[in-house]
């Protein structure tokens, strides 16, 4: 049964930067689609970033295209975003998530993930 635990949260200054984490528990971590979703209050739950699994390479939403790094470290089975010159808009509550099977065009997709961590805070604030 997989479970996700995030961690990394908390206030950061605009232009400042926050790296949030999730540790994935099982051991088919590798094989497994990561992605990252943010919500604000009042608002859906938005796409961030996703990877299939194997290697696949990072995307991006637009918004944070640039800013925003996603990256997996297999022997720790946790997977990361890597946020720089952050902005107010920013601020969210941010989620990981993860699916065994998904293609490269459903990455995007919040319906599309099985398995949600319980969602870490970031606040970009003066």
């Known amino acids: 049964q997989v479970q996700l635990v995030e961690s990394g949260g908390g206030l950061v200054p605009p232009g400042g930067s926050l790296t949030l984490s999730c540790k994935f528990s099982?051991?088919?971590?590798?094989?497994?689609?990561m992605g990252w979703f943010r919500q604000a209050p009042g608002n859906e739950r938005e796409f961030v970033a996703a990877?299939?699994?194997?290697?696949?390479?990072?995307i991006y939403a637009d918004a944070v295209k640039g800013r925003f790094t996603m990256s997996r470290d297999n022997a720790k089975n946790t997977v990361y975003l890597e946020m720089s010159s952050l902005k107010p808009e920013d601020t969210a509550v941010y989620y990981c998530?993860?699916?065994?099977?998904?293609?490269?065009?459903?990455?995007?997709?919040?319906?599309?993930?099985?398995?949600w961590g319980q969602g870490a805070q970031v606040t970009v604030s003066s």
């Open positions: 099982g051991n088919t971590f590798r094989t497994y689609a």
């Open positions: 990877a299939k699994g194997n290697g696949g390479r990072p």
């Open positions: 998530a993860a699916d065994c099977c998904l293609i490269t065009s459903s990455l995007g997709l919040r319906s599309q993930y099985d398995h």
